[in-house]
């Protein structure tokens, strides 16, 4: 039996830095890792690293993974068990609620059946703000998870809500996702 397989995307945060991470303890409880990256995310942090961790070539474009017939993103859509998007920024939780597919996180949560978790990171009143707010209870209502966002010192140098949730929390919330699939 094959290991499932989570398409963690990555979106331009600073704390696009733990994914490397998340992306590495995924990899070490036996799952097959995909990464997928926002030209943002690529700012923070670099494609290398994650194919280093991932073991598989890492799709910043629609037109990245050209190996086959079918493109790249529609293939791993259609073989992800979990489309897992760790850091979550507020305009990639905006593109994902209203079905943007300006970039590969877009293109590949259009095309999935799989179920989605989100992890978001961003400043506390950015996640505060009625906007983002109204596009997580969009998601959710469409069925989308999300861990976190948890508080702390953030990156801005406010303290409060908006930061990543614990990355051994989230590698859990998908252990425990995946085993309900089954």
């Not at 009625?130 to 948890?150: H, S, W």
Request: hydrophobic share 50%; aromatic share 6%; charged share 20%.
């Amino acid at each position: 039996m094959s290991a499932p397989v989570i398409i963690v995307g990555v979106s331009g945060s600073i704390a696009a830095y733990k994914a490397a991470d998340l992306v590495s303890k995924l990899g070490k409880r036996g799952f097959e890792v995909h990464v997928v990256m926002t030209h943002g995310a690529q700012e923070f942090i670099t494609p290398l690293t994650f194919q280093t961790l991932s073991k598989n070539p890492v799709v910043t474009s629609v037109f990245s993974g050209k190996e086959g017939w079918k493109p790249g993103h529609i293939d791993l859509a259609d073989r992800a068990n979990l489309l897992l998007v760790a850091p979550a920024t507020a305009n990639i939780i905006a593109e994902l609620a209203h079905g943007l597919a300006g970039n590969p996180i877009g293109e590949i949560a259009l095309a999935t059946l799989a179920p989605v978790l989100i992890a978001p990171a961003m400043n506390g009143k950015m996640w505060l703000h009625a906007a983002t707010q109204d596009n997580v209870k969009l998601l959710r209502a469409r069925g989308v998870e999300f861990i976190g966002p948890e508080e702390g010192l953030l990156a801005c140098g406010y303290e409060g809500l908006g930061r990543l949730w614990n990355v051994d929390d989230i590698v859990e919330r998908v252990a425990v996702l995946l085993a309900q699939k089954k």
